[in-house]
């Protein structure tokens, strides 16, 4: 995992939108949908969980899980990711720390 420069941040970044349904649960499969179609459409980036203030709505959990869902697909398909604003008490999802999860990140090319 690289830090993402100002040299390395470039092109088009996409949104994530977080898929619910009418309970306002998150659909996962929503995500893994248009991680895929973003990957097929050669972003250069993915900013998740930030575009509409969700977090403040997300468990711990819920937003751990839709990290480690992005990342995964991002170092595959070699684009950077940043996560919006956390709240307070969501740990990093990338470390074994309490810092924010705030840091942009960047796979390796």
Known sequence: ???????????TWSTLLLPLNETEDIQWDGIDDQLNALAKAEVDGIYFNGTACEFYSQSNEEFLRLARTTQPSANAKAYPFKSGPPTPTQPNPFEESSKPANSIRAPSR
Not at 2 to 10: E, H, Q
């Open 1 to 11: 995992m690289n830090p993402l420069t100002s040299k390395r941040l470039k092109g």
